[in-house]
C-alpha cells in the first residue's frame, strides 16, 4: 500500500539509526560503548516508583480528564510560582504524554500549510520533523559556533516573513549544551514582539546546568513575553522518569483548550498512574537533581578535558543538558573522510564507540555524545576516540 505523503518525507532519527547499529555489534559480543542515548541513567527515586504502586493499589488506573488531572496542574502550576516566578491558572496548563507530545500537539493546533517555525540550528532532531507533520516549513537559522551555538536577534529579524508563525527557543539546548542569558533572551523577544511572533520554550534541561548561571525562562521576562509564550517542560531529564511519558506546556488558554480538544482523540490522555508519579516528584521536598546535576558535572569535566586534547577535535564548554558537541571537522579530514557520518560509522566499526554525527542535528562538522554514562566508560571513550584519530592520520 502507498503510505501518506506525511509520513514519506520524515527523515528517520539519526539517533536511531547508530543506535540500531551499535546494537547489532553488541549482539554479536563485541564490547560497543555507547554514547548516543538522550536520557539519564539513573533509575526513578524510589519514592516516585512507590507513589506510583500506591496510586495503583488505590484504583487510579481509570481515564482522567484529556489534559491531566487538577492536582498534577496545581503542582505544576506552584513549580512555576518557585522556580520561575511565573503565575498560571490550571486553564493555562496542559499535561502531555511527555514534553515531545506536547511539541507535537502545539504545531498541530497553532499551524496551517506553508507556516513557518524558526528553528535555531544545531536543532533537537524532532522540531522540524514536527512541523512538517503539521504542513509548516521550518526554517532554519544558523547559530555560529563562535556564538556559543546561539542566534541573534539580526538573524532571527531576516529570518522573518509574513509567513512567520513561531520561534522555538531551547534554553540549555540539546545538542549544544549552551544558555541564552537574560539580556539575549529579551533581545529576542523583543524581536518576537514587533513581529507578533509565538515563541515556544523548550525548558526540559531546566535542571540540568552546571554553572553559576541561573535558568530563565523567556516567559519572566515581563507580562507581555509571558502572553507571547507558551513554556515546554517535563519530568523526563529533572527526574530519570524518560519512560513515564509526562510533560507539559504552559501557555495562552485558547491554545491550552484546543491542545486539549485535540488529545481527547489523539491520546485521551497522559498514563493516570505516571501522572500520579509526577504529582509526588513535585510535592516532595526531595530534590534528585542535586545529586544527579552533581555527577552530570564531574562527568562532562573530565570527558571535555579528555576529548580537547585529541587532534582535530575542538569543543566550546557546554553549561546545560548531557551533551558535549565537538567539532570534528579537523579529525574527519585528517583520517580522510568526507562526511561526519562516515567518520562515525568508521569509529564505530573500528573502536567501537557509537557517537551521533551532527548532520541530524544541522551540524555537519559536530559529533554529539552524551554523557548520561559511568565515568569509566567515558574515560575508555575517549581513549578509543584519540587512538582512532591518531592511528588513522
Ligand atoms: N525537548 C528536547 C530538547 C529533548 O531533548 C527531549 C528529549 O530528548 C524532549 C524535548 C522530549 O522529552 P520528553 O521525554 O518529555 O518527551
Known amino acids: 500500500m502507498r503510505l501518506a505523503n506525511r509520513v514519506m518525507n520524515l527523515t528517520p532519527s539519526s539517533t536511531l539509526a547508530i543506535s540500531a547499529k ?23 527515586p524510589q519514592y516516585i516508583l512507590d507513589a506510583a504502586n500506591q ?29 520561575n516566578q511565573l503565575d498560571y491558572e490550571l486553564d493555562e496548563i496542559i ?3 511527555g514534553a515531545k507530545h506536547a511539541l507535537y500537539t502545539l504545531f498541530q493546533v497553532i499551524l496551517n500549510a506553508g507556516d513557518e517555525v524558526i528553528v535555531p540550528s544545531p536543532y533537537w532532531v524532532s522540531y522540524p520533523e514536527q512541523i512538517k507533520l503539521a504542513e ?3 526554517v532554519f537559522v544558523h547559530a555560529l559556533e563562535e556564538n556559543d551555538f546561539k542566534i541573534t536577534p539580526e538573524q532571527l529579524e531576516q529570518s522573518i516573513t509574513n509567513k512567520t508563525k513561531a520561534l522555538i527557543i531551547n534554553s540549555p539546548s540539546n545538542p549544544t549544551g549552551m544558555m541564552y542569558s537574560k539580556e539575549e533572551l529579551y533581545a529576542l523577544g523583543e524581536v518576537c514582539l514587533k513581529h507578533n511572533i509565538l515563541i515556544v520554550s523548550d525548558e526540559i534541561y531546566e535542571k540540568l546546568i552546571y ?5 530563565i525562562s523567556i516567559a519572566q521576562l515581563s507580562p507581555e513575553l509571558k502572553a507571547q509564550t507558551v513554556v515546554i ?30 488529545v481527547s482523540h489523539a491520546t485521551s490522555n497522559p498514563t493516570s498512574i505516571a501522572q500520579y508519579a509526577a ?4 510535592e516532595t521536598d526531595q530534590d534528585p537533581t542535586i545529586e544527579m546535576r552533581a555527577i552530570f558535572k564531574e562527568r562532562l569535566q573530565t570527558l571535555y578535558d579528555l576529548i580537547t586534547t585529541i587532534p582535530g577535535i575542538t569543543c566550546r564548554q557546554p553549561k546545560g543538558a548531557f551533551y558535549l558537541f565537538p567539532n570534528v571537522s579537523g579529525a574527519i579530514k585528517q583520517n580522510g573522510f568526507q562526511t561526519v557520518d562516515a567518520w562515525v560509522e568508521a569509529l564505530l566499526e573500528e573502536v567501537k564507540v557509537a557517537l551521533v554525527p ?7 562538522e559536530n559529533v554529539r555524545l552524551s554523557y548520561a554514562t559511568s565515568k569509566e566508560e567515558l574515560v575508555e571513550a575517549a581513549q578509543r576516540i584519540k587512538h582512532f584519530v591518531e592511528k588513522n592520520q
Open 22 to 44: 551499535a546494537k547489532a555489534l553488541k549482539k554479536e559480543g563485541h564490547d560497543v560503548i555507547g554514547l548516543g542515548v538522550g536520557e539519564p541513567d539513573f533509575n526513578t
Open 55 to 83: 496510586a495503583m493499589q488505590d484504583g487510579l488506573t481509570k481515564y482522567t480528564p484529556s489534559g491531566g488531572i487538577p492536582e498534577l496542574k496545581k503542582a505544576i502550576a506552584k513549580k512555576f510560582k518557585k522556580d
Open 95 to 97: 499535561i502531555t504524554t
Open 136 to 138: 509548516g516549513e521550518p
Open 211 to 215: 554553572t553559576s548561571d541561573p535558568h
Open 233 to 262: 517542560n517535563g519530568v523526563s531529564k529533572s527526574h530519570a522518569m524518560t519512560g513515564w511519558r509526562i510533560g507539559y506546556l504552559a501557555g495562552p488558554k485558547g491554545i491550552v483548550k484546543a491542545m486539549t480538544n485535540h
Open 279 to 282: 504529582l509526588r516528584a513535585y
Open 358 to 364: 551532527g548532520s541530524g542535528f544541522g551540524a555537519p
